[in-house]
C-alpha cells in the first residue's frame, strides 16, 4: 500500500521545502501536520494560484494501522452493528447510511435516540483521505473520529466499558479480533482501528472512480462537452479552484463562506435542545452560550474571533449521493449551492454568516449566467461515479461466556 | 479471631461468639425504633417527584428512575435483576428507595458513601443505568417550561444538572415509612413474638439494629450466585462492565458478584454485601443482592439453616433451630415493618409529560 501524500500537501510542501528548508521535511513525514503548511500554501497561492485538480491516488494508510483483509472485514462488521453505541440501537452505519451516500439525507444527523444532531452527517467515502476528521476539524485520524462519534452524547453515546464488554460476550468477534490482533478479548482500541480500515476501503477509486479521475488521469474523452465548459466555470470565472483544488478538490482548510444558520434552530425544540448542548460540550464562554445563535465550527478548536464561522472546505466527490449539502445541511441540492455562490455567499433570502467579519474574501457575487450555472452543475456531477455499495454483513450473535457447570463448579469453591 | 478493626460492636459480637442466644445481646446494638422525621421542602421534592417519573432524563430518553425502583414495589423492582439500560441487563437486584435519604451508605457493595447527590449523579451517568450525559439532561430541562417554572419556583433559578442532582434527593426525603404497625405499635401478637426472636434467638438484631434495622456494614452471608447474571449475556455485559471500570482484577473470569471486595480489594470482603434496610420489604421481593429468594419465608429459612455456603462467611451465622412457629412469627414480624405504599399523588408523578419538546419561539431573539 502506497504512502503517497495527497497533492496539496505535495504542493505545500514543495514551496515550504524553499520556504522553511528541512523544517518542511516534518510535514511530508506526516500527513496529520499537513495544517502547518497552510501559511506557505497560501503564500504559494499568491505567487502561484492553487494548486490543479488531481486524480485521486492511494488511500494513506498509517503504519500503525496496516490494511488486512481480515481486518476490514472485522471493521465492517463493527460499521454496521448498532451495539457499538449506548443502547445497542445506533451504530455508525445508523447516521451514515450506505443508501444515504454513506450519509445522511437530512439537514441534520439523525443523533441517538431522543436527540438530534446539529451538523450535517458527512459521507464515509474518501475519509481516509482527509488529515483532520469532522466539519471543524476536531479529529485528526478516522480512528479517532469513529471514537469520537460512537461516544459523542448526540451520537453513538456509547462508554468504552460496556461496549468493549459486549464484544466480549460474542464469540465470532472473540475469534476474528484474536485473528487480527492477537488479543485474548476484544480492545475497544482495535474496534476503532478496525473501522478504521474498514472506511479506507470505500473511495472512489477502481471500479468506482469517477468521470473528473478518469479526465485528469489522461481519458479526454471522459468528460462531456457540458461539463468542459463547467469546468472552465469552476476554474475560472466561478472561482471554485480557489478552495476546491488538488487531489481532493478542497484544500482541507477552514473557511467562512457566509453558510446561514439552519432555520430549524428556530422551530424545532429537539434541535434547540442540542444546538445549547452543544455550545456547552464545546466549552463555550459563559457569553458565548447565552448568545450564539449558529455554529461556530473552526472557533471551537482554538477560541479565536476570526474562526468564528469556518468550516473544512467539504471534498466534492460522491457529492452526486450526499445532499443535503453544507455543514448545516442547509441546502439541498446543488442548484441551491451554485446559486448562494453565484449571490455572494446569500441564500434566496438574503441570509448569511452570522460573522460577516469572518467571511472569506474569496466569496463575492459572480454574474452567473443560466447556462454557466448549469455547465457547472454538470462540472460537479463528474465528481461522482457508480454508487460505493457493499454487502451488509450478517450481525453475530451473543452467547453465554461460561457454561452453567463451569458456574457450578465455582459456586462450589466459594 | 484477630483484631482487626471493625467496629466496636461486630468485635465484641464476635468475641462474645454471638448467634448463641442471649436475649442480652439486643442491648448492645442500637435500638430498633421509629425513624426520625426528615423535614423537606415543598417545591423541590415536588420538582424532584416530576423528575424521577421522567423518562427524559436518560440517554436515550426510554427509562426513568421509577422503572427501575415502581412505587407499588415499595421503590424497587419485582425481576430478581433490575432492568438496566436499554441494550443492556443488570446483575443485581434493585434497591429500595423507601427511607433511602436516612442511609449513610448506597448500593449493594456501598460504593457510595459521601451523600444522595453523588448516588443521583451514578445513577443518572453509568451507561448501564440511565447513560445520561447530564449536559443534555440540563438543556432538556430547559426546554420544558413546566420545568423552567419548576426550577425557578423551587429556587433553583435556571434548570441545571446541579440542581437535578439536589432535587431528586429532596423527593428521596418524602419516601419514609408510614404507618408500619412495628411504628404504630399495632403489631399483632405473633409479630410481637417473631421480634423477640429477632432479637434473641434469631440472632438477626446483630446486622439489623438502629431505626434503619441495618448496621449499614458489609457482611458475607453466603448468598448463592444468580446464574442469570452470567448465563444471560445482556446482565453479563453489564457485570464486565462494570468490574472492569472498578478496576477488580481478573474480572473477565469472574464467575461471581465481587461485593465489597470492589471497595477494598482484600480477599476478607469477597461476597459481602451491605445488610439492607428491613424496612418496607413485603412490597420488594426478591430478596438478597441478586434476587435469589423469593419470599420472607424463604429468607428465614436461609438463615435458619446458618446462610449460605462460602468459606468467607460471616461467623455470626449458624443453624438457629427455629420451630415453624418461631419462623412464622419472624416473618410476621417483617412485615409488621412494612406500612402504607407510596402509590398515591402524594408520591407519584400523575400527570402527563409533553410528547415532545415545543419550541422556545423567537429563538434568534432571546438569550440560550
Known amino acids: ?414 | 479471631m484477630g483484631v482487626r478493626v471493625t467496629t466496636g460492636r461486630s468485635l465484641l459480637a464476635a468475641a462474645l461468639g454471638l448467634g448463641v442466644t442471649i436475649s442480652a445481646q439486643a442491648g448492645q446494638y442500637p435500638d430498633i425504633g421509629p425513624l426520625p422525621q426528615l423535614k423537606t421542602n415543598a417545591a423541590k421534592a415536588e420538582l424532584g417527584k416530576r423528575l424521577f417519573f421522567d423518562r427524559r432524563i436518560s440517554g436515550d430518553a426510554g427509562i426513568s428512575c421509577s422503572d427501575c425502583h415502581k412505587p407499588e414495589n415499595g421503590y424497587a423492582h419485582p425481576d430478581a435483576l433490575s432492568p438496566g439500560y436499554p441494550g443492556n441487563g443488570h446483575f443485581r437486584n434493585s434497591i429500595s428507595l423507601i427511607n433511602v435519604a436516612h442511609k449513610k451508605v448506597w448500593n449493594h457493595d456501598g460504593r457510595i458513601g459521601t451523600n444522595l447527590n453523588d448516588m443521583t449523579r451514578e445513577m443518572l451517568t453509568e451507561d448501564y443505568t440511565m447513560n445520561m450525559d447530564m449536559r443534555i439532561m440540563q438543556e432538556r430541562a430547559k426546554q420544558d417550561p413546566v420545568y423552567v417554572k419548576m426550577f425557578k419556583d423551587a429556587g433553583y433559578g435556571e434548570p441545571s444538572n446541579g440542581s437535578i442532582r439536589k432535587a431528586i434527593p429532596e423527593y428521596m426525603k418524602t419516601l419514609t415509612s408510614s404507618g408500619a404497625p412495628f411504628d404504630s405499635g399495632k403489631m399483632s401478637a405473633s409479630a410481637k413474638r417473631g421480634m423477640a426472636t429477632f432479637k434473641g434467638k434469631g440472632g438477626c438484631i446483630q446486622c439489623h439494629n438502629g431505626p434503619l434495622l441495618t448496621d449499614q456494614k458489609p457482611h458475607n452471608t453466603g448468598v448463592a450466585e444468580n446464574f442469570d447474571v452470567f448465563m444471560d449475556p445482556m446482565n453479563h455485559q453489564t457485570f464486565i462492565a462494570f468490574t472492569m471500570f472498578q478496576g477488580i482484577p481478573d474480572y473477565m473470569n469472574l464467575k461471581r458478584d465481587p461485593g465489597y471486595f470492589n471497595i477494598t480489594l482484600l480477599e476478607k470482603d469477597m461476597g459481602k454485601f451491605i445488610t439492607p434496610s428491613l424496612r418496607e420489604l413485603k412490597y420488594t421481593a426478591p430478596y438478597m443482592h441478586n434476587g435469589t429468594i423469593k419470599s420472607l419465608a424463604g429468607v428465614v429459612d436461609f438463615y435458619n439453616r446458618g446462610g449460605g455456603k462460602d468459606s468467607n462467611k460471616s461467623k455470626m451465622l449458624k443453624p438457629l433451630k427455629l420451630s415453624t412457629q418461631e419462623k412464622k412469627d419472624l416473618v410476621a414480624f417483617l412485615e409488621s415493618l412494612s406500612g402504607n405504599q407510596l402509590t398515591s399523588s402524594k408520591h407519584v408523578w400523575q400527570q402527563p409529560y409533553p410528547a415532545e419538546y415545543e419550541a422556545i419561539s423567537n429563538w434568534t431573539k432571546v438569550r440560550n
Open chain 1, 1 to 414: 500500500m502506497s504512502m503517497k501524500k495527497f497533492a496539496p500537501t505535495l504542493v505545500a510542501a514543495a514551496v515550504a521545502t524553499v520556504l522553511f528548508g528541512c523544517q518542511a521535511q516534518a510535514t511530508k513525514q506526516d500527513g496529520a501536520k499537513a495544517s502547518k503548511a497552510a501559511p506557505a500554501k497560501a503564500m504559494a497561492m499568491a505567487k502561484k494560484g492553487p494548486a490543479p485538480l488531481a486524480p485521486l491516488g492511494n488511500v494513506p494508510v498509517p503504519p500503525d494501522n496496516k490494511i488486512t483483509a481480515a481486518k476490514v472485514e472485522l471493521g465492517k462488521i463493527l460499521f454496521f452493528d448498532p451495539r457499538i453505541g449506548g443502547d445497542a440501537s445506533t451504530g455508525c452505519s445508523t447516521c451514515h447510511e450506505p443508501d444515504q451516500g454513506w450519509a445522511w439525507a437530512e439537514d441534520f444527523s439523525r443523533g441517538y435516540p431522543g436527540t438530534v444532531h446539529w451538523r450535517n452527517s458527512q459521507t464515509v467515502i474518501n475519509s481516509g483521505y482527509y488529515p483532520r476528521q469532522f466539519w471543524a476539524g476536531s479529529a485528526s485520524s478516522n480512528e479517532k473520529q469513529a471514537k469520537s462519534a460512537a461516544k459523542g452524547g448526540v451520537a453513538g453515546n456509547g462508554e468504552s466499558d460496556i461496549m468493549e464488554a459486549r464484544l466480549a460476550l460474542i464469540p465470532e468477534y472473540r475469534k476474528r479480533f484474536k485473528d487480527v490482533y492477537g488479543s485474548e478479548w476484544p480492545l475497544i482500541s482495535d474496534v476503532w482501528k478496525a473501522i478504521s480500515a474498514f472506511e479506507r476501503t470505500l473511495n472512489t477509486t477502481g471500479k468506482f472512480t469517477t468521470p473528473i479521475d478518469e479526465y485528469l488521469k489522461g481519458d479526454k474523452t471522459a468528460l462531456s462537452e457540458e461539463q468542459l465548459r463547467g469546468k472552465a466555470v469552476f476554474e475560472g470565472k466561478g472561482g471554485c479552484i480557489n478552495c476546491h483544488n488538488g487531489e481532493q478538490a478542497s484544500d482541507l482548510d477552514f473557511h467562512n463562506i457566509g453558510i446561514p444558520p439552519n432555520k430549524r434552530w428556530e422551530e424545532d425544540g429537539l434541535a434547540q435542545i442540542t444546538f445549547r448542548f452543544e455550545q456547552y460540550a464545546k466549552g463555550q464562554t459563559q457569553e458565548g452560550y447565552r448568545g450564539a445563535k449558529s455554529d461556530w465550527g473552526f472557533y471551537y478548536r482554538g477560541k479565536n474571533k476570526w474562526d468564528k464561522g469556518k468550516f473544512r472546505t467539504a471534498p466534492l466527490r460522491y457529492t452526486a449521493y450526499t445532499a443535503p449539502y453544507m455543514h448545516n445541511g442547509v441546502f439541498y441540492t446543488l442548484e441551491e449551492v451554485v446559486d448562494f455562490y453565484d449571490r455572494g455567499g446569500f441564500d434566496e433570502e438574503g441570509r448569511t454568516t452570522l460573522f460577516p467579519e469572518n467571511k472569506s474574501k474569496l466569496i463575492k457575487p459572480l454574474g452567473l449566467s443560466d447556462q454557466e450555472k448549469e455547465d457547472l452543475i454538470a462540472f460537479l456531477g463528474a465528481f461522482s461515479g457508480p454508487e460505493v455499495t457493499v454487502a451488509k454483513p450478517e450481525m453475530p450473535e451473543y452467547a453465554p461466556l461460561f457454561t452453567k457447570a463451569e458456574l457450578k463448579a465455582a459456586q462450589e469453591a466459594k
